[in-house]
């Protein structure tokens, strides 16, 4: 009686056991918005044009959520990945699961033109490629420039209910940035109060860094947690400077990304000149209007709305990197037990 | 006849076993150990730490309130199409379905459009009564969770209570009256007591539903409102911390579990509902005779109407919107051939992307569904009950876990599945195969058994008898169980999102790019697709429906 659905159930496991095949693949596992966004095309285009290979980018989200893809797959050894982008933030976690190969300046020729205040120790592998900073953006129909806040502080003022979106420390590396540069003005021991004082003036605390900047272009909220590139932004693609970034009090929050090889590549040599390429003075130079970030690279020359719209927080600060890595899994904890479960 | 029975009870659970057990029980495994040993210290640390006990409880508590909501919803609903008689009243029925495979990421988009802080509830409001600011704050918060939920699930109370309702038999109801009953009393007394597995049955999946819900919670609650599920994805995903995100998988799937049990309990109760020889007598919702009754039911409609069609027409509008102006270009883009660098991919290889694996995945779920719905309605195996309720196990497994799992179980050897369609559609097809179950069983129990008899007195084979009688009486079914799993893989997106790579991009996870990448009118446009592949899905299983099958079950 059941002959004919056993065959039905041979086709359906025949039609699983058909898999692709290719030729030799490089794969980069990134961040969403360098492919939605950055220059991922056009490094696919110019690498395989040069290498005969083919690039592939691949993503499960933001830099946090792909970091835990990579890691997750290590851990049943079935990853494929060549090479990662991520937050500098991450580099203690990269660290702790001995994540890259190291790399020298000798294997990147283009690491020259990289200034030494943005180098890592070799030993690490983290290869950076541009930075920014994290600030408030703000509707301009909404909030008038002498209305905004002075201070991280006054954010806890009533006039503000229901108007700051932030994002999630533990699923953002925005996020992660934004609770570090709490904590790096308030202190271990205060800021938490003030998360807790700024209860009612956030309106949500999102995921990533897309999500909240959806709800300010789409007049869901006025402030959001963001970078300092964003007016620069609005003028290069919307024809508008209405949502624009400040540096409360001028401050910001410094951050880098960057690159490594991962170790278990069978082709470390073909991932060296792929990140030689994403160096190189072409591809950095557009990473100011895809990335919307600066470039790593000294030669490489900023578009002219940054020279206009461009903010640099004059008192940018930066936690040292091995206290973020010794206390990291406190503070997100904390801050959980805070904010989440309260 | 058991011996065979019992073959096909293996042979499923050997299916399963490999795509779906083994997998689920590694990650399970991880939940249970302690530096490679058993133990139960994760479970303890999730049931005594406080964050853990708050997220558990919320997803309870938001699940309650969701289901309150939707009977609260559906009720009056089913009630007036049971009662009344209206133009466009099968077509209301068929749409009930609708929502149900809208893909949630499509639904917070509505949802945002039309309830959010500037959106069109809010700004119509502040323009009728002059106010300075939005007057309502639905969203990111408790009240928006379930609001969004009661969208998805006051249909399924409409449709599940809608056809418990016109199965009873009217004479019994009038026996009462005859005997000097009078209406509250004969509500109260006969209704009530005969719809109540119908009302259990749809509460308990609604709880189900709404207990297990990722993206609408992940897109509307924000990190302040974490249910059990987000925080398996925020501890597994970003936290990668397995041994507690299993542990939380552990005591999600022991608490849906049992309530997957009771829902079948109750469900087994709804089948056996004797049909009636008449229907119940239905009068014109649209006549000369205005009643108090028909001002709160036209209250009703009316409220029903903007909270449903709200969300769905502002998706309409704001995909044929291009600043300020009325255009097609978001559609234009949508078809365009060329590699769209916002998806990575090219739209249209999206929509195929999504075609190929629901196809995969129907074929997978439709024969494991059908066995197992003949599997429930023939075999007398001591404990069938439960054996079924094993074999229907992924109802009650949270797509979150599913995806984990085949990433995590079957990524690796012996299949190397990772990163290909195939796992999506595998993920896809457990997910779906539940769904098959429950529009064929209803459809075997319809079937006349006698038929059957019929045809084996008279020499047929079994295979012949299932091939000429069982399978034309019961194909409708089928194809309506084919085009019900098929809608639901395209909208699926959960378990997508942990297999999701560039270039397997399907049309949920487009939505979910675009508006990533600003594409709001691209965004808006790749839902509306998404919101006319279901209806259309849907009009088919409606016609389908009543020629002979009852899809009532859905």
């Known amino acids: 009686m059941f002959n004919k659905l056993v065959v039905l159930f041979v086709v359906a496991l025949v039609a699983l056991a058909v898999i692709g095949t290719g030729k030799e693949q490089l794969v980069v596992y990134t961040y969403q918005s360098f492919v939605s966004w950055g220059p991922a095309s056009v490094l696919e285009e110019v690498f395989e044009a040069q290498y005969d290979c083919d690039l592939q980018f691949v993503t499960a989200g933001g830099a946090k959520a792909t970091l835990s893809r990579l890691l997750a797959e290590r851990d049943v050894s079935a990853t494929n990945a060549d090479l990662f982008m991520a937050e500098v933030n991450e580099i203690p976690r990269i660290v702790k699961y001995d994540l890259f190969l190291p790399v020298t300046k000798d294997d990147i020729p283009n690491l020259a033109f990289v200034p030494e205040e943005l180098l890592f120790d070799p030993n690490v592998g983290f290869v950076p490629y541009e930075y920014g900073y994290i600030s408030l953006t703000y509707d301009s129909r909404v909030l008038s420039e002498d209305e905004l806040p002075q201070s991280l502080d006054q954010l806890a003022d009533p006039r503000y209910e229901r108007m700051l979106v932030c994002q999630d420390p533990r699923t953002s590396s925005t996020g992660f940035s934004f609770l570090l540069w709490t904590i790096a003005q308030f202190g271990e021991e205060k800021y938490l109060d003030f998360w807790r004082s700024i209860d009612r003036t956030l309106l949500t605390i999102t995921r990533g860094w897309t999500e909240a ?57 073909l991932a060296k000149a792929f990140i030689d390429l994403l160096l190189s003075k072409e591809i950095q130079e557009q990473l100011p209007r895809t990335e919307i970030m600066i470039p790593a690279n000294l030669q490489a020359e900023l578009p002219p709305e940054y020279d206009e719209y461009l903010i640099i927080p004059e008192d940018p600060l930066m936690l040292p990197l091995d206290l973020v890595g010794d206390r990291m899994d406190t503070w997100l904890h904390d801050w959980e037990r805070a904010i989440v479960g309260k | 006849m058991k011996k065979g029975w019992f073959l096909v009870f293996i042979g499923l659970l050997a299916f399963l076993g490999l795509v779906f057990y083994q997998p689920l029980f590694s990650v399970l495994r991880r939940g249970l150990t302690e530096g490679g040993r058993w133990s139960l210290s994760p479970l303890a640390t999730i049931l005594t730490d406080s964050y853990f006990v708050h997220i558990i409880v919320f997803s309870l508590k938001q699940a309650a309130l969701s289901t309150l909501l939707s009977l609260g919803i559906g009720l009056p609903g089913a009630y007036i199409l049971t009662r009344y008689s209206f133009p466009g009243k099968s077509a209301i029925r068929s749409l009930t379905v609708v929502p149900f495979v809208l893909p949630a990421v499509v639904v917070a988009l509505g949802f945002i459009l039309f309830f959010g802080e500037s959106g069109w509830l809010n700004q119509w409001l502040m323009s009728v009564f002059h106010l ?20 998805y699930n006051a249909p399924i109370v409409m449709r ?29 007394g006969i209704t009530i007591p005969l719809l109540a597995p119908a009302l259990l049955s749809s509460a308990a999946l609604v709880f189900i539903f709404s207990f297990l819900s990722f993206p609408i919670v992940l897109a ?17 995903r970003t936290l990668l911390d397995y041994k507690l995100g299993s542990a939380l998988i552990l005591v999600e799937t022991a608490l849906s579990l049992s309530l997957t049990y009771v829902y079948l309990k109750t469900e087994g109760g709804f089948a056996t509902l004797t049909q009636g020889s008449r229907r119940v007598a239905t009068y014109p919702l649209f006549s000369r005779k205005a ?59 999206t929509v195929l992307n999504s075609l190929f694996i629901g196809g995969i995945s129907t074929a997978i779920s439709l024969p494991v569904g059908m066995l197992i719905a003949m599997f429930a309605v023939r075999s007398r195996l001591p404990g069938r009950r439960l054996l079924e309720a094993i074999l229907m196990a992924p ?3 949270s797509s979150v876990a599913i995806g984990f799992a085949v990433l995590y179980g079957l990524g690796g050897a012996p299949l190397h599945l990772s990163g290909t369609l195939i796992a999506i559609a595998l993920a896809h097809a457990i997910l779906t195969y539940p769904f098959v179950v429950r529009v064929i069983r209803p459809v075997l129990e319809g079937l006349d058994q006698s038929l059957v008899e019929a045809a084996r007195s008279l020499g047929a084979s079994p295979t012949r008898a299932f091939f000429e009688v069982i399978l034309p009486l019961i194909g409708p079914g089928i194809l309506v169980a084919a085009v019900f799993g098929f809608a639901l893989s395209i909208g699926e997106m959960s378990a997508t999102i942990m297999l999701m790579r560039p270039g397997l991009g399907t049309m949920p996870m487009a939505v979910y790019s675009l508006l990533s990448a600003r594409q709001f009118g691209a965004a808006s446009a790749m839902g509306m697709i998404l919101v006319l592949v279901a209806g259309i899905a849907f009009l088919v299983i409606d016609r389908l429906g009543r020629r002979g099958v009852g899809c009532r079950t859905l």
């Not at chain 1, 609005?234 to 951050?255: C, H, K, L, N, V």
């Not at chain 2, 036209?298 to 029903?304: H, K, R, V």
């Open chain 1, 213 to 269: 900047w959806t709800m300010l272009s789409h007049g869901e909220a006025p402030l959001i947690v963001s970078f300092s590139t964003d007016t620069a932004y609005g003028a290069m693609y919307e024809d508008s400077i209405d949502y624009r970034a400040f540096a409360p009090g001028g401050q910001g929050y410094r951050t880098v990304f960057g690159i490594g090889i991962v170790k278990e590549t069978n082709q470390p040599e």
């Open chain 2, 132 to 151: 300075p600011s939005p007057p309502l704050h639905i969203l990111y918060s408790l009240t928006g969770i379930v609001l969004a939920h009661a969208f």
């Open chain 2, 160 to 188: 599940l209570v809608n056809a418990s309702w016109e199965g009873i038999d009217p004479e019994i109801d009038e026996a009462a009256a005859s005997l000097g009953a009078r209406g509250l009393r004969r509500f109260v």
């Open chain 2, 220 to 236: 509307l609650g924000g990190a302040r409102y974490t249910t059990i599920e987000v925080g398996i994805y925020t501890l597994i």
């Open chain 2, 291 to 349: 009643s108090m009754c028909k001002l709160v039911i036209a209250a009703y409609i009316i409220i029903a109407a903007v909270f449903f069609l709200g969300p769905i027409s502002s998706i309409l509008v704001d995909s044929l919107r291009v600043r300020g102006q009325w255009s097609v270009e978001s559609y234009r883009q949508i078809f365009t051939l060329g590699y769209n660098p916002f998806l990575g991919v090219s739209p249209l290889r």
């Open chain 2, 395 to 397: 109802l009650a497994v």
